[in-house]
């Protein structure tokens, strides 16, 4: 074992003065220690990527051979997109186990010491989450269309998939946030993770219409915000006469529909975000 | 972007009917004050669960108080928390790190924190590393430091962002003694002529008694004493007797003082009776207590440590 040096030379400093971080340049901070954590080896990458390929590579077209599509559309491309609904809370979710283990390992603590704004913590996490939803998303993207899925691509639709992709990401990680924060154990969490992942999947539209529900249960997907997000990336990359958003809203305005459903999910993000910051701040300092 | 602020004149730590009441009702700090100049070396003594911690963690704005100010570098730790952590660094009582991290990495994320900039946070890594002989391990993650150096670390870390105050919360618990006291070497050095404010807490008397110009004694979450060490261990005159009595020591400690052969500070814990003795002599004691038939089994006199301040303060033993 190394001998602990003599330390003269930086005994006699004078102490810095005082200064003032970026939220950014903190963000960014934060934002690299996670990915660090999360991602060290690229084992680590690659393993999260399986999932959306497989659903890609092989689900989706099985289902597709298996059911007869009475919605006029390819199916094969309406399960692709259905599976975003499943990876982003999932990858939101585990990225909530982050959260325990700082909490549990003690090395939350010197973060909260930092000059920096506590919600920032919670920013970082989430941006390591949306970075690693967005890697499955493009190889889930990529196999389908290696695999025959028809996405129509115009500025406009994409545009609309990843505004919602994106705001559905922020409310999932507000839940996964809440979570691991109001949760004492990692496997309490880990066990409640498929009841707020996968069970609304089911519910919202993922693998079929939503007006294949019993009426009450198509009621209670109309205000899950992945129902939303789901009819929104579908107006966006497959089903221009915006098919899903008419079960929700029964408009005539694609676009105003589409609008409707983006705030709805967009309220949800922020309340779940709000109170993600809210209960780390309150669980965190005692 | 990094901006500079203003160090506000005046004491670097201030503290006034700082209060901590937990949910449940439980008072881990009972309304403290006291004021720390810069570059002076503070410590809180106690034993677990005397609010040392629960002190730290309110300076540090890692605990709420629930009454009470406490300011570092004239900065308000509630109204104006940043800066009041922008001026401050801690090295916690429980290990405080990213297992999965090189030790590196710890020393650039903290430097990124406080705002240090790149080429003077590298210059000051460089510099802690060396000083706390951390070379040959800096870029290992730390899931492979033993506990010395998972604490160097954690003491560079701290001081790479060089704080106008530095809390060291129990520095040396857990670890062995060749450790704790190469360790002890390092913290005194840092603290030796520097404008850097340092509050230690620690429950090892030999370590406030060697790096602390000043020592608040905290009992159940109240400061009992306040003083400079030697004025602590004044306080009890240069020579103590230490006798050991069969049975119950009240009853001696009665007599003693009746006779005036034991002053108030006089005190038992136990079955073990302390008079300080002042200008008094051991024999006379021992004499009055042969007198009125009470057993001693053991009789020593020595110089007073801190324990027996603490002791004699609060009546409850500091590695408790």
């Not at chain 1, 029964?250 to 209960?279: D, H, I």
């Amino acid at each position: 074992m190394a001998t602990i040096a003599a330390s003269g030379h930086i005994a006699k400093r004078s102490t810095a003065a005082a200064r003032t971080v970026s939220r950014g340049s903190a963000l960014m901070t934060l934002a690299k220690r996670r990915f660090v954590l999360s991602a060290r080896t690229p084992r680590e990458i690659l393993v999260p990527l399986l999932t959306p390929i497989l659903f890609a590579l092989v689900i989706a077209p099985a289902l597709a051979t298996m059911v007869h599509s009475t919605i006029g559309l390819d199916y094969k491309t309406f399960v692709a997109v259905g599976t975003v609904g499943l990876l982003v809370p999932l990858s939101c979710m585990f990225a909530g186990i982050g959260v325990i283990v700082d909490r549990d390992s003690g090395a939350r603590r010197e973060l909260l010491a930092a000059p920096v704004p506590r919600s920032l913590m919670v920013g970082g996490n989430f941006i390591v989450a949306l970075t690693v939803s967005a890697l499955q998303l493009s190889a889930l993207i990529i196999a389908a269309i290696a695999r025959g899925a028809k996405f129509h691509t115009s500025a406009s639709g994409v545009g609309w998939f990843v505004a919602a992709a994106f705001v559905f990401a922020i409310a999932s990680y507000g839940i996964a946030e809440v979570m691991a924060n109001r949760i004492p154990r990692q496997e309490e969490y880990v066990g409640a993770t498929p009841a707020i992942a996968i069970l609304p999947w089911f519910l919202a539209g993922s693998l079929f219409p939503i007006h294949a529900l019993p009426a009450w249960l198509a009621a209670v997907a109309k205000v899950l915000p992945l129902t939303h997000a789901l009819a929104i990336m579908r107006y966006g990359l497959l089903d221009r006469r915006a098919t899903g958003l008419h079960d929700i809203w029964g408009m005539s305005s694609a676009t105003g529909e589409a609008t409707l459903s983006l705030l709805v999910v967009a309220a949800w993000a922020v309340v779940l975000s709000s109170a993600s910051v809210r209960v780390f701040a309150t669980a965190a300092v005692r | 972007m990094v901006r500079s602020r203003m160090t506000r004149p005046g004491p670097a730590i201030e503290v006034t009917g700082l209060r901590k009441t937990y949910p449940g009702g439980v008072e881990a700090v009972r309304g403290i004050d006291f004021t720390v100049q810069p570059g002076e070396v503070f410590g809180l003594l106690g034993p677990n669960g005397a609010g040392k911690s629960t002190t730290i963690g309110m300076l540090t704005t890692t605990i709420r108080p629930t009454g009470g100010t406490a300011k570092l570098a004239g900065y308000d730790v509630v109204r104006e928390p940043l800066a009041a952590r922008q001026v401050s660094s801690v090295v916690f009582q429980e290990a405080v790190v990213d297992r999965g991290l090189s030790g590196r990495a710890h020393l650039d994320m903290h430097a990124r924190l406080w705002g240090v900039a790149p080429r003077a946070a590298r210059d000051r890594s460089a510099e802690v590393i060396e000083a706390f002989g951390l070379g040959d391990v800096i870029d290992r993650q730390v899931h492979g430091y033993s506990g010395g150096q998972r604490r160097r670390l954690e003491l560079a870390r701290a001081l790479v962002s060089q704080p106008q105050v530095l809390f060291l919360d129990e520095p040396t618990v857990g670890l062995d003694t060749r450790i704790r006291y190469e360790l002890l070497d390092l913290i005194g050095g840092l603290c030796a002529g520097n404008d850097m404010t340092t509050l230690l807490t620690t429950h090892y008397l030999d370590e406030a008694e060697r790096l602390c110009g000043r020592i608040a004694i905290v009992h159940a979450g109240a400061i009992v004493a306040l003083e400079t060490p030697m004025n602590l261990l004044a306080s009890l005159g240069g020579e103590i007797a230490e006798i050991r009595v069969s049975g119950d020591p009240q009853p001696a400690l009665f007599r003693l003082r009746r006779r005036g052969l034991a002053g108030e500070d006089a005190f038992a814990v136990g079955s073990t009776l302390t008079v300080p003795l002042h200008s008094r002599s051991s024999r006379s004691v021992v004499n009055e207590l042969h007198a009125a038939e009470i057993a001693t089994t053991s009789v020593a006199t020595r110089k007073p440590t801190l324990d027996d301040v603490y002791l004699q303060l609060t009546g409850d033993s500091l590695t408790a």
